[in-house]
């Protein structure tokens, strides 16, 4: 099937379903039009796949080949260079196109800038959106700019969008106060922990998108994205709560964002296809 705003990449090595088969359907975006920092996020769908090479897809933890489940890789969206409103509108029309084609299919988007994210979550209108991410990106504009990166969570939550955010530990007094006025929880990422995560997203409306900023992690696990934070969770903090929410809840869609870098088996790449291998498993094996 082709697809109207994409375009061929490399892609997962596994045997490839097509999207209208496929329970899991990966797209890339490839962007970084309002990075402030560290440039190379729109190298990060590339990245991440290159990283897959290096794994089993057999996962240990779940007794399961990842490689027998029905995954489609539509390659990447071919972003509008320094538009994040119409590269988000083309990763809109994509899932879109995807969910007529195959309303059972999970979205998986590998990114990329997260300011992508919102074209996600308006295709797929979640009732919730839990986050783990470093910064509470609920700026109302920033560099003149309200689809900058650091504003995606406050343009979901204009949508209506429940949202509970976790690993925070940056953000602006404004930010904060906003997420008190509309009631946006979050936790920062030294009080974070696994129960205070269940209480906050137990409660919450189905189906949820899930969407991990790779920058969430310690340092040590992510050198390479666009505004790095010391004090990040681990990875068995995020796989953890990875695994309740989708035995637990309804999963709209998942994406993996901000991986930068400019070599090929870079850690940070090497951490996300781990989260990916995991988050598939994880979906493939749950109960009905």
Same mark, same amino acid.
């Given at each position: 099937?082709?697809?109207?705003?994409?375009?061929?990449?490399?892609?997962?090595?596994? =045997?490839?379903?097509?999207?209208?088969?496929?329970?899991?359907?990966?797209?890339?975006?490839?962007? /970084?039009? %309002?990075?402030?920092?560290? =440039?190379?996020?729109?190298?990060? =769908?590339?990245?991440? *796949?290159?990283?897959?090479?290096?794994?089993?897809?057999?996962?240990?933890?779940?007794?399961?080949?990842?490689?027998?489940?029905?995954?489609?890789?539509?390659?990447?969206?071919?972003?509008? @260079?320094?538009? =994040?409103?119409?590269?988000?509108?083309?990763?809109?029309?994509?899932?879109?196109?995807?969910?007529?084609?195959?309303?059972?299919? %999970?979205?998986?988007?590998?990114?990329?800038?997260?300011?992508?994210?919102?074209?996600?979550?308006?295709?797929?209108?979640?009732?919730?959106?839990?986050?783990?991410?470093?910064?509470?990106?609920? *700026?109302?504009?920033?560099?003149?700019?309200?689809?900058?990166?650091?504003?995606?969570?406050?343009?979901?939550?204009?949508?209506?969008?429940?949202?509970?955010?976790?690993?925070?530990?940056?953000?602006?007094?404004?930010?904060?106060?906003? @997420?008190?006025?509309?009631?946006?929880?979050? #936790?920062?990422?030294? /009080?974070? /922990?696994?129960?205070?995560?269940?209480?906050?997203?137990?409660?919450?409306?189905?189906?949820?998108?899930?969407?991990?900023?790779?920058?969430?992690?310690?340092?040590?696990?992510?050198?390479?994205?666009?505004?790095?934070? @010391?004090?990040?969770?681990?990875?068995?903090?995020?796989?953890?709560?990875?695994?309740?929410?989708?035995?637990?809840?309804?999963?709209?869609?998942?994406?993996?964002?901000? #991986?930068?870098?400019?070599?090929?088996? /870079?850690?940070?790449?090497?951490?996300?296809?781990?989260?990916?291998?995991?988050?598939?498993?994880?979906?493939?094996?749950?109960?009905?």
């Amino acid at each position: 099937m082709d697809f109207l705003y994409t375009c061929e990449t490399l892609k997962l090595e596994f =045997p490839l379903a097509e999207p209208e088969e496929a329970k899991f359907v990966i797209l890339g975006v490839p962007f /970084d039009g %309002t990075t402030s920092f560290k =440039p190379g996020a729109r190298f990060g =769908p590339t990245l991440i *796949r290159h990283a897959t090479l290096n794994l089993e897809s057999y996962i240990l933890d779940y007794d399961v080949d990842i490689a027998e489940f029905p995954i489609a890789d539509i390659g990447d969206v071919a972003v509008v @260079a320094g538009d =994040p409103r119409k590269t988000a509108d083309r990763v809109m029309e994509t899932i879109k196109e995807l969910k007529r084609v195959n309303p059972s299919a %999970t979205p998986i988007l590998l990114g990329g800038e997260h300011s992508q994210t919102l074209g996600a979550v308006e295709a797929l209108k979640p009732a919730s959106y839990v986050v783990f991410d470093a910064h509470l990106d609920l *700026r109302e504009s920033y560099e003149d700019n309200p689809y900058n990166h650091a504003c995606v969570a406050r343009r979901i939550s204009e949508l209506g969008v429940r949202e509970a955010m976790f690993g925070i530990r940056s953000g602006t007094r404004e930010e904060v106060e906003y @997420a008190e006025r509309e009631g946006i929880a979050w #936790v920062h990422a030294r /009080d974070y /922990d696994f129960e205070a995560f269940v209480e906050l997203v137990k409660p919450l409306p189905e189906p949820i998108y899930l969407s991990v900023d790779i920058d969430v992690f310690d340092l040590s696990l992510v050198p390479s994205t666009g505004t790095p934070e @010391a004090g990040g969770l681990g990875f068995w903090d995020v796989v953890e709560a990875v695994e309740w929410l989708v035995e637990n809840k309804r999963i709209a869609g998942f994406d993996i964002m901000e #991986v930068a870098g400019s070599e090929l088996g /870079d850690v940070t790449a090497l951490t996300a296809a781990k989260l990916l291998f995991y988050f598939i498993g994880a979906m493939g094996t749950r109960r009905p």
